[in-house]
């Protein structure tokens, strides 16, 4: 049978050691499992608690898991066992369930990274582990149809779309890459639950932890806090043909330019969207990333105190091809097919000018010194990863 990668780990710690979510890997500690409060308070554990916090801190920063952790790569493999579990601990005692979700992420990223290059062997041991039904062979991985339906839902990618998927005898049969970013979505939604933690627990943990959850909660996006009046109702029918023609692109599941996906998700913030809106007109892109595309459109909408980064002006829009006055020859909807005139008014500089002459309301107006150095060229289009090369 051939496999891909170096032959398997398998009974060795190594294989706990890089997934310590897998059933089976408190076998790393060769002993009891310390008590949460010996975990959390004895000096014994200290230096997993830093492992622990170092884990934690690498995925509010990026919850993309491309943040190295380098204490862990250095760590006993009970070492990094122990740091895992109190970074689950600490964060489902945490108020609210932003931290963990991001933490899951990276965490799931992080395992994705691995589970890519790993033997066939190793793959269906890691998803019997998590409790997924996955036969792998030859590099080809199959899987019942419902799994596969649970596990790809919320991968909005269009390779795996079950249309686009080889059917069989009840099973979907997906290159055995292709099964390890179905393992990442396992770990990302068995890690986002949080653990069952009694009251007084909770308490403890959050008074011990109190400075580490302080920080947490400074790296989650803050409640956007808005300037220049409250939004009105989105009325994307007010809104401008570039603005629109990008929403097709997207819905059709066409690539849109870098320059557009930060333009069309700066629009909305400003028209008054929420980061759910937002992040939902990126759905249909064909290399659509739900964490990866959450992360940008945070760090877009969130600049400034909320204020977010400016949409580029009509000027720019123009230079990257990608104004739309001219008409859609293609546009399903005989309005955008047309021409428009306002769009050929000598006054008119701007999309959000438009759309507020056409009706709508700018929850957030124009501030040109908040004009990123380079916008629309930012590294921060939504859709996809800014530099690390695509998923
Ligand atoms: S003129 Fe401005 S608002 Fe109108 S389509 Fe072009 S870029 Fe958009």
């Known amino acids: 049978m051939a496999v891909r990668g170096p032959p398997s780990r398998l009974g060795g710690s190594a294989l706990f050691a890089d997934y310590p979510f897998l059933a089976g890997a408190e076998a790393l500690l060769g002993r009891e499992p310390p008590s949460v409060r010996e975990l959390l308070a004895d000096p014994a554990y200290e230096h997993a608690r830093m492992i622990g ?11 993309r898991g491309a943040k190295d952790v380098e204490e862990l790569e250095r760590a006993r493999d009970d070492e990094r066992y122990l740091s895992f579990l109190f970074a689950r601990l600490v964060l489902s005692a945490a108020p609210g ?14 395992a994705h990274g691995r589970l890519k290059s790993v033997p066939d062997v190793d793959l269906e041991e890691v998803a019997a582990r998590l409790g997924v039904s996955l036969s792998v062979e030859g590099g080809h991985a199959s899987i019942p149809v419902a799994e596969y339906l649970r596990l790809a839902t919320p991968i909005r990618e269009a390779e795996f779309r079950l249309a686009a998927q080889e059917l069989g005898g009840g099973r979907v049969s997906v ?6 970013r179905l393992l990442e979505e396992a770990v990302r939604a ?18 011990g932890q109190a400075e580490l959850l302080e920080e947490v909660a400074r790296h989650l996006p803050a409640p956007v806090a808005r300037r220049g009046g409250p939004a009105g109702p989105l009325r ?9 023609r990008m929403q097709r692109t997207l819905e059709h599941g066409e690539n849109l330019l870098h320059a557009g996906r930060f333009c069309l998700a700066a629009f909305l913030h400003r028209a008054g969207a929420s980061v ?27 600049r400034d105190g909320g204020r977010g980064y400016e949409p580029p002006t009509c000027d720019t829009l123009r ?25 050929f008014e ?11 002459i056409r009706g709508g309301t700018v929850a957030v107006e124009r501030d040109p010194a908040a004009t990123p150095a380079g916008a629309p060229g930012t590294s921060d289009a939504p859709g996809r990863p800014p530099s690390a090369g695509r998923r």
Request: some cysteine.
């Open 276 to 302: 759910e809106t937002i992040v939902d007109a990126y759905r249909g892109a064909p290399d659509f990333d739900e964490s990866v595309t959450r992360y940008q459109v945070e760090h877009i909408t969130l």
């Open 236 to 244: 994307p029918e007010r809104f401008p043909p570039c603005i629109r």
């Open 97 to 110: 369930a932003g931290a963990l979700r991001r933490w899951a992420v990276a965490e799931a990223k992080r």
């Open 319 to 343: 230079s990257h091809g990608l104004c739309a006055r001219d008409g859609d020859p293609e546009a399903p909807a005989p309005q955008d097919r047309a021409r428009d005139p306002l769009c």
């Open 53 to 63: 916090r170092a884990r934690i801190l690498a995925a509010q920063d990026d919850p």
């Open 190 to 207: 068995a890690l986002a639950v949080p653990l069952p933690l009694a009251p007084e627990v909770i308490r403890t943990i959050r008074d």
């Open 346 to 356: 000598p006054t008119l500089r701007h999309p959000l000018q438009y759309y507020r």
């Open 175 to 180: 290159p055995a890459e292709r099964a390890s």
